[in-house]
């Protein structure tokens, strides 16, 4: 086996105040080190050879993903730097077996956090 690439790149806004996806960001990475996907990656993940051949280079991918979150910190009027008045935001990770997502929270919490769009991201519907 080779080296791993990353092949999906999904990413979500989430209001901590609502639990809900305010907005998405995804796309499928063109893999370089290992252009055909192995039988064992495609059952364990679902993402087909057509959906990473159609998907784009991991830096346009990075490129875009910037372009997301800057116009998120528009739009929200969030900041990702702590030193800068005003709402925040921060990166988490989450994952359902191997399926990813880059989590971008913003808004303010009390106690544990509870967050019902987890459940969705876990069980979308088909």
């Known amino acids: 086996m080779g080296r791993q690439e990353i092949i999906e790149f ?31 990656c495609t059952n364990l993940t679902g993402i087909t050879q057509s959906q990473v051949e159609n998907g784009v280079p991991l830096g346009t991918c990075l490129g875009l993903f910037t ?9 929200y009027q969030i900041s990702f730097n702590t030193d800068v008045p005003g709402k925040h935001a921060a990166f ?28 969705v991201l876990a069980n979308p519907a088909e």
């Open 10 to 40: 999904p990413a979500v806004l989430l209001d901590l105040a609502s639990g809900k996806i305010v907005s998405e960001f995804h796309h499928y990475v063109m893999p370089i080190e290992q252009p055909v996907l192995s039988e064992f």
């Open 67 to 75: 372009s997301w979150i800057r116009s998120l910190s528009d739009q």
């Open 92 to 119: 988490a990770t989450w994952s359902a077996t191997v399926k990813k997502v880059i989590m971008v929270l913003y808004g303010h919490t009390v106690g544990p956090l509870r967050v019902p769009a987890l459940d």
